[in-house]
């Protein structure tokens, strides 16, 4: 389900049946981390540290079995819902937090949920959730915007918001 990886965050809230409707997700959010730990140990998903931030993905071949077990599974349409729902709310918490103390760390975060953002924009076309879609794209190209101004020492702050950043980030992939 995740594009180019994830939070412990995001996966709490995207692979846990949150309102216990679900008989083949009876995940708890709590129990996510233990998981993933186990996961990491076995060495089928890969712990690295990004922006000061944990960041977890799959090896290709075995995110390309997940997700053919997940679609196969009943839980699969929640667990897409879950995902969207999740994601708007981190581009609506991103797009306050860009105005704060921490916005190279959120840049950064922005620029790794890339693959993310598009994914939930996807399932908010398929659902014809026009209002979800519309939010979404409207918070995330503001904030893209702001990511590719910081890029090119563009605007008021250029120099201060460039600062410590590892090299151009790059917009477009």
Excluded at 67 to 74: A, D, I, N, P
Aim: include cysteine; hydrophobic fraction near 40%; glycine fraction near 6%.
């Amino acid at each position: 389900m995740f594009a180019n990886g994830w939070t412990l965050e995001a996966a709490e809230a995207v692979c846990s049946d949150q309102e216990g409707k679900e008989a083949e997700l009876s995940i708890f959010s709590t129990e996510i981390l233990d998981l993933l730990t186990h996961l990491v140990d076995k060495s089928m998903v890969l712990l690295e540290e990004k922006e000061r931030l944990a960041r977890y993905r799959l090896l290709e071949t075995i995110r390309q079995y997940a997700g053919k077990r997940l679609e196969e599974s009943e839980g699969a349409e929640m667990v897409r819902q879950n995902h969207a729902r999740f994601f708007l709310a981190l581009a609506e918490r991103a797009e306050l937090e860009l105005h704060g103390p921490d916005q190279l760390i959120w840049l950064g975060r922005l620029e790794s949920e890339h693959d993310n953002f598009l994914a939930a924009l996807q399932c908010f076309r398929e659902q014809a959730n026009v209002q979800s879609a519309l939010r979404l794209t409207g918070m995330v190209l503001r904030s893209f915007g702001r990511l590719a101004m910081s890029n090119y020492g563009i605007g008021k702050d250029a120099d201060t918001s460039v600062k410590g950043m590892s090299g151009r980030r790059k917009l477009l992939r």
